[in-house]
């Protein structure tokens, strides 16, 4: 298996510009998982699916964020616009929601915005 | 509510030596417990979990985790540490509030420096 697959891996922007970073879960999993890491806040959850459904956004930090689970393979996370403290690293990452399963990580996209 | 502490930010060992990152939790019913590893620039993988049974949990890359119920602790060890041990550790629970969803609380994260 490929794993979750990110793109891009890296995303340099000018505020204001929209941002829209992908995600490609692991095949079979039925939850999928939004982070978003920084030295100063850590690893934070900002919004997860299971089954397609968002269950939980109550992580997103602003109205900027939205995210979609159009089907089972396939997410988005969009910032529009984007501002410099959105820099960070977002990870996206998949699980089975069966029982007691671990989350499997994708790479990560790396947001610069200038 | 669930959650877990992971009380150092930072923990020092020399190669060869044991090394533990602690980890303890707070929560209701039978505790599942996570430790995930994450390498500078890579996103998290995971390395072993408790569900039940045995209390000295087996993973990869030859670490091992023990369950202790009396302290409420799952800590993190290895007998030999190699300087390509250096990460960053997180140790997680499921969050049984959410339903059977997957979601997983993560501690805070306690970075791991080994030194030649």
């Known amino acids: 298996d490929a794993g979750v697959i990110q793109s891009p891996r890296h995303e340099v922007t000018e505020m204001g510009q929209e941002v829209t970073l992908r995600c490609k879960p692991i095949?079979?999993?039925?939850?999928l998982f939004w982070y978003r890491q920084t030295m100063m806040r850590g690893l934070e959850l900002l919004i997860y699916?299971?089954?397609?459904?968002?269950?939980?956004d109550s992580g997103m930090p602003e109205d900027r964020f939205s995210a979609k689970m159009p089907n089972a393979s396939f997410s988005t996370l969009k910032i529009q616009p984007s501002e410099p403290r959105d820099s960070a690293v977002y990870f996206c990452?998949?699980?089975?929601?069966?029982?007691?399963?671990?989350?499997?990580f994708g790479p990560g996209t790396r947001l610069t915005v200038t | 509510a669930q959650s877990v502490a992971q009380p150092e930010d930072q923990v020092n060992v020399a190669e060869g030596n044991p090394l533990t990152v602690k980890c303890t939790y707070s929560?209701?019913?039978?505790?599942?417990l996570f430790w995930y590893v994450q390498y500078p620039n890579r996103g998290l993988q995971f390395l072993l979990k408790?569900?039940?049974?045995?209390?000295l949990v087996k993973g990869s890359y030859g670490f091992e985790a023990e369950f202790n119920k009396s302290q409420t602790s799952f800590h993190l060890k290895k007998p030999s540490a190699l300087v390509s041990d250096s990460a960053l550790y997180f140790c997680a629970v499921p969050d049984t509030h959410s339903g059977n969803t997957g979601k997983l609380i993560f501690g805070q994260g306690t970075t791991l420096q080994v030194k030649p």
């Open positions: 990452a998949s699980s089975w929601a069966g029982g007691v399963y671990e989350q499997y």
């Open positions: 408790y569900i039940t049974g045995d209390n």
């Open positions: 095949s079979g999993h039925n939850s």
């Open positions: 929560v209701s019913g039978n505790p599942y």
């Open positions: 699916f299971n089954n397609n459904v968002p269950i939980d």
